[in-house]
């Protein structure tokens, strides 16, 4: 019997989207078959890395973590450099300061570090709120016309702030992340929301709020593979790249945090932690994530090797 | 499996002669299709058609055994493409390569014994051993087998493409179904011969998909696992889903598990590629590491991708004792949701923490989940605490909270009676939490 190769006939492929300015403008999504599949379709742009920049010095992340970034953590504009040099292809601002529990930041300050970043690096500028939505909302309205005609990515939108970010957004010509936990038909309607407000559809970036090895990553995976499959077959509102913060779960895992000398039986914390990262991200990287957001930049190295490999063709 | 009645009924002698119990063939058909009765009551039905109603109700990738006893792992069975449609049947079969012509295989072997990790309360490790004839010397191959053999439980995989080396390591480890590892176009015959021989799983090598699909027809054998022949991360991935695509589609070649080889060159990207296999269908993968840092992140993943994904692992809603709780011993209140249950229960005794645990039911779901479903509320816990006896077994009236819900406090110090402490967001923190926060 002679093998014929087996592909499926998808109609449609996810949107593409474009993240800041000539000549330093990134794309992603644009694909029309699952990851990797280069025998069956066209996979356009590669996933992209982002590493995390806080305006306000982290106090809870490990050593390893805090070590590559030494002497910069308290300095957003050169730690958002630092990011560029260790080869981040986007660089994702969190606006850790706004957060009534930490300095409760206003907004006018944010939007000025956030365009002192943005001014710094020649790479596209992810920019997310302190996580309360209330809050984001009034930062991201002021960030947004402060990065006005930079084509970032802000959010991130819920179903309860995405109003003012869509518009702010529209208004300065912005991507968003619309965010929705871990639920197909939640993801969709935030979508449809959102371009009902005539936000074009290819500036949508879906946040599937991942978990992380060990912690829940199953669930994402089978969310964002439904999803692409979704939007191979046709539905123009699950068509969005999709975007993974995995630093943020990854570095809180127990086997990322716990040292050496506590558990030995897992092996070193360096190689383990930096795996946890890493293997979370290629992992939501075959289930279709185009935008990770990392925290240590031996990860970016890593995930960015594996990916350069992974965009050599395979057709047969 | 698969066949409806009527692509049945097609196979049978159309007689309606009864000697099934069924008033027709017809009849007899739709209970076969629906499981109730089995090809052997029709004493009637030829050959061939017995051949090929078998071979289409067989499941789309066959099962195979490798190893003898309580660590014999079992592989094959799936049935779909991805885990949202149906749970993966056989956890991939992680394998530790030693080399023949390494001075310390006992110590090493060792190691990999140790690879053995508690998860949500069940013991996770790797599957097999695998025997490397790096030497090229048949002699040397086969003392390397008996000194792994003597040294673990694990299932063991020879691997060699030189036969006469083969058949020296299978008059050590022969008799306990070793995974012969394996043939191929130039050795086919004889290494096919050794695995019907001792009645052992066979690799078959192809140089490519077509050459293996060949291969595979001529082998007239069935315990055998797929080797595509490609070692690289991103065609491998090509690979693995075509086998898998064409087996679900019963092309037959291709219906058996596949093994993989995460030998890229960079241990770290040779970690990465197996998360790739581990994901995408393959059957077994051969790792070189027995380093832990590397192996559980691949553990963990292959948990989470195997698990059923319509039903969360649960533990019982009741209580939960760690160490020697007395009646001043803290109380923890969580959810069931296995995961979360197991990680505050591990931190509890990691800071050797005498205490109780009080799983909430939540129908398997975590703290915030649950929380945000309405399943974990001040009314559900103050029931636990009511009903299930922790008021006998401690004099004081304290309960502690995930931090993550701190707004259930109020309502619940109301509704329980009980005092509520928050405790830290993460279980990580209970140790320290408990140090500075708990007096009974
Ligand atoms: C996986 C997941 C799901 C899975 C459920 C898996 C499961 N079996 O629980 C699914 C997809 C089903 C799901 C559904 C929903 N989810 Co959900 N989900 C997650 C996710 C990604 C991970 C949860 C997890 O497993 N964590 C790991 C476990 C171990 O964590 P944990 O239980 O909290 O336990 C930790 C701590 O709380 C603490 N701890 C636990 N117990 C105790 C006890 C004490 C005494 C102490 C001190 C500490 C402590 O230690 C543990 C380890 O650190 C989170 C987001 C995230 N990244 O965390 C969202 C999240 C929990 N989900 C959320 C929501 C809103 C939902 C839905 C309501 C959304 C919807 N689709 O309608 C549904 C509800 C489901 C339902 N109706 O049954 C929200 C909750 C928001 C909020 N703060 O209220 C989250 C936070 C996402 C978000 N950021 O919005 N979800
Ligand atoms: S025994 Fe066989 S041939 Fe006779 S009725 Fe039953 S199915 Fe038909």
Redesign the interface.
């Known amino acids: 019997m002679a093998v014929t190769i087996a592909k499926e006939k998808w109609t449609s492929k996810v949107g593409e989207m474009v993240l800041g300015t000539e000549p330093n403008a990134v794309k992603v999504g644009g694909e029309s078959t699952l990851p990797f599949l280069h025998f069956e379709g066209e996979i356009p742009n590669k996933p992209v890395m982002a590493l995390e920049v806080w305006d306000l010095e982290p106090t809870d992340w490990p050593e390893i973590l805090k070590q590559p970034f030494e002497g910069v953590l308290g300095d957003p504009v050169a730690w958002a450099k630092k990011n560029v040099e260790y080869g981040a292809d986007v660089v994702a601002l969190r606006l850790m300061s706004a957060h009534p529990d930490f300095k409760d930041a206003s907004p006018e300050d944010c939007a000025a570090t956030a365009k002192a970043v943005a001014d710094a690096i020649n790479v596209p500028l992810i920019v997310i709120g302190c996580g309360v939505e209330e809050k984001d909302a009034q930062v991201l309205e002021k960030v947004g016309e402060a990065l006005n005609g930079k084509n970032c990515l802000i959010g991130c939108a819920t179903e309860k702030n995405y109003k003012t970010i869509t518009a702010t957004a529209m208004v300065n010509g912005h991507n968003v992340i619309a965010s929705s936990p871990l639920d197909i038909n939640l993801a969709k309607q935030l979508n449809i929301l959102m371009t009902e407000m005539n936000l074009p559809a290819n500036r949508i970036a879906i946040d599937p709020l991942v978990g992380a090895l060990g912690y829940g990553i199953e669930y994402a995976y089978s969310i964002m593979e439904r999803a692409r499959m979704g939007a191979l077959m046709g539905d123009k509102m699950l068509a969005m790249p999709v975007i993974c913060f995995v630093g943020q779960e990854a570095w809180k895992a127990k086997e990322a945090k716990s040292p050496s000398d506590e558990t030995p039986e897992w092996g070193a914390q360096e190689r383990r932690a930096i795996l946890w990262e890493v293997i979370t991200a290629t992992t939501f990287i075959q289930a279709g994530g185009s935008i990770l957001v990392l925290r240590h930049p031996e990860s970016v190295k890593q995930v960015k090797a594996h990916i350069d490999k992974m965009m050599e063709s395979n057709a047969y | 499996m698969g066949l409806t009645g009527l692509e049945i009924f097609k196979q049978l002698p159309k007689t309606n002669c009864k000697d099934c119990g069924q008033p027709t063939c017809l009849a007899f058909a739709m209970q076969l299709a629906s499981g109730k009765a089995s090809l052997d009551q029709c004493p009637h039905v030829s050959d061939a058609a017995k051949e090929a109603l078998d071979s289409a109700s067989a499941p789309p990738v066959a099962l195979v055994k490798i190893g003898k006893g309580e660590k014999e792992l079992e592989l094959g069975n799936e049935t779909v493409l ?3 449609d149906k749970r993966f049947e056989h956890p991939t079969g992680i394998a530790i390569s030693v080399s023949d012509s390494d001075a310390e295989i006992a110590s090493k072997v060792q190691e990999i014994n ?1 690879l053995v ?1 508690d ?1 949500v309360g069940q013991v996770h490790s790797v599957n097999l051993v695998a025997v490397v004839n790096n030497s090229g010397d048949a002699a040397k191959f086969a003392e390397a087998v008996k000194t792994v053999q003597d040294n673990t439980q694990f299932p063991l995989v020879l691997i060699s493409e030189d036969p006469a080396a083969m058949e020296k390591a299978l008059e050590v480890a022969g008799a306990n179904a070793p995974l012969i590892c394996g043939a191929n176009a130039a050795n086919f015959d004889a290494m096919i011969g050794l695995a019907k021989k001792y009645d052992a799983p066979v690799v078959i090598k192809g140089a490519n ?2 050459e293996l ?1 060949a291969l595979v ?1 001529k082998a007239g054998y069935k315990k055998l696992i797929l080797d595509s022949g490609a070692r ?4 491998v ?2 690979d693995q ?2 086998i898998r ?2 087996a679900l ?1 019963r ?3 291709f219906g058996y598990p596949t093994i993989t080889f995460a030998d890229n060159p ?1 241990p ?2 040779a ?3 197996a ?2 296999y581990i ?2 269908y393959a059957g077994i993968v051969v790792l070189n590491t027995a ?8 553990i ?2 292959r ?3 195997y ?1 059923d ?1 319509q039903k969360p692992i649960a533990v019982e809603s009741k209580i939960y004792e760690v160490g020697n709780p007395g009646p001043d011993a803290p109380v923890f209140v969580t959810t069931n949701f296995s ?1 979360t249950y197991f ?1 505050v229960q ?2 509890v005794e990691a800071g050797r923490i005498d205490a109780y645990i009080l799983p909430v039911d939540t129908d398997g779901i ?1 703290v915030l989940t649950g929380w ?1 479903a309405g399943k974990f509320t001040p009314e559900k816990i103050t029931e636990m605490l009511n009903t299930c006896g922790i008021a006998d077994k401690v004099s004081h009236r304290k309960v502690i909270i995930p931090g993550g819900v701190a707004v259930l406090s109020g309502k619940l110090q109301e509704l329980s009676g009980w005092e509520v402490l928050v405790g830290p967001r ?1 279980s ?1 923190g209970i140790p320290s939490f408990i140090k500075q926060r708990w007096s009974a």
Not at chain 2, 232 to 235: L, P, Q
Not at chain 2, 291 to 298: E, G, M, R, T
């Open positions: 991805f885990r949202h140790k990790f998860r998909l077509e699909a027809e690289e991360v991103n065609k991935l090509a889903t075509q695509r064409q589609k092309f037959r070649p960079d770290i990207q970690i990465v590629d998360g790739v994901a995408k380093d832990p840092a590397d192996v559980l992140p691949l963990t993943l948990l989470n991708i698990t994904p995961l990680c591990g931190d975590s945000a993460e990580a």
